[in-house]
């Protein structure tokens, strides 16, 4: 189970109007074909997009990229524009979704509340949130059939305590939606959300310590036996584990980061580090760091190895400490 996003670059309209908006749910109509993925909850906001998704095969990597890619490519055709409409790697965090439910409905939850958080509907507007209807929340407070084939309510309605044929469950779920937005309008800020916010832009999963170990298990163990998307797969997850240490012993976010230069010493001492002690691609890199074309982070990498001075060598070591 995964909670993937992505946003435009630069902060740009991923959908320029309901046209995109359909384009793009027929790509994920196509991709959940092709995979066999399995969408538990989506909303599509104008600068970026959340799904809950389920991978039955391990075919996460290679699924995004088609997806992705042919998105840009049929929305460049449609509005006549070139180059790239998302802004780096897209984010998919692996969630709990065990005997522990409590994480896979906060992120449920988390995608079904988008549109009040920003404003657009909701209680506090002039609209209902269902009246978002480029969002999975609709099909669930309807007692009818879903739009798309593809969603499935079952599974976020269990863990919510709800059952999907149970008389009323459209109400109920309603009911739940609302008590959420209304103490959150009343009270403080709704930290749950907060913290999955939080955990989108720094985290690299959703859930408890023991899915936390039981994830950094499956990247420890020797990975000569996986291929294609599963070799990158596992080799991204083990550089997205490095990045968050390196990050947090920096005392650095990763937007700060991204907005460094390729010439500042911290940028050049990560993409080092990565490039060095990972193998993940130079493009990942590139794209994953905020640095454009993928020769920018040789050219950081390489004077990063040239620097010389007391300075330099500490940080080398600070950073060695990571990979041990």
């Not at 006549?80 to 065990?98: D, I, N, W």
Request: with cysteine; net charge positive.
């Amino acid at each position: 189970m995964y909670h993937a996003m992505s946003r435009g670059n630069d902060g740009r309209d991923i959908f320029l109007g309901d046209d995109g908006r359909r384009l793009f749910l027929a790509t994920v109509k196509e991709v959940c074909e092709q995979t066999g993925w399995i969408i538990h909850a989506y909303v599509l906001m104008a600068n970026h997009y959340h799904l809950l998704l389920e991978t039955p095969e391990p075919n996460l990597v290679a699924g995004m990229k088609w997806f992705l890619g042919t998105y840009t490519q049929r929305f460049n055709a449609m509005t006549r524009s070139r180059g790239h409409l998302f802004q780096g790697r897209y984010k998919a965090l692996p969630v709990e979704a065990g005997k522990d439910a409590s994480y896979l409905r906060e992120v449920g939850q988390y995608i079904h509340l988008n549109p009040f958080r920003a404003g657009l509907a909701g209680v506090g507007t002039p609209f209902a949130l269902e009246s978002f209807v480029w969002s999975s929340y609709p099909d669930y407070v309807s007692a009818g059939p879903v739009r798309q084939a593809w969603l499935r309510r079952d599974r976020l309605l269990r863990a919510c305590g709800l059952e999907e044929r149970a008389p009323g469950v459209a109400s109920q779920y309603r009911r739940l939606i609302a008590a959420r937005m209304q103490e959150n309008r009343e009270t403080a800020p709704d930290a749950v959300y907060d913290e999955i916010g939080n955990q989108l832009k720094r985290g690299w999963f959703i859930g408890g310590e023991s899915f936390r170990k039981q994830l950094a298990g499956m990247i420890d163990r020797p990975s000569d036996n996986l291929r294609g998307p599963q070799r990158r797969a596992h080799d991204e997850a083990e550089a997205e584990r490095l990045l968050e240490n390196i990050l947090a012993a920096l005392e650095l976010s990763e937007d700060q980061l991204i907005r460094m230069t390729g010439t500042q010493l911290e940028k050049q001492a990560v993409c080092w580090l990565l490039k060095k002690h990972t193998t993940v691609s130079v493009a990942w890199l590139a794209a994953r760091l905020g640095m454009g074309h993928r020769t920018n982070v040789s050219r950081a990498v390489g004077a990063f190895e040239r620097a010389s001075g007391q300075d330099t060598e500490c940080l080398k070591k600070f950073m060695l400490q990571f990979t041990g």
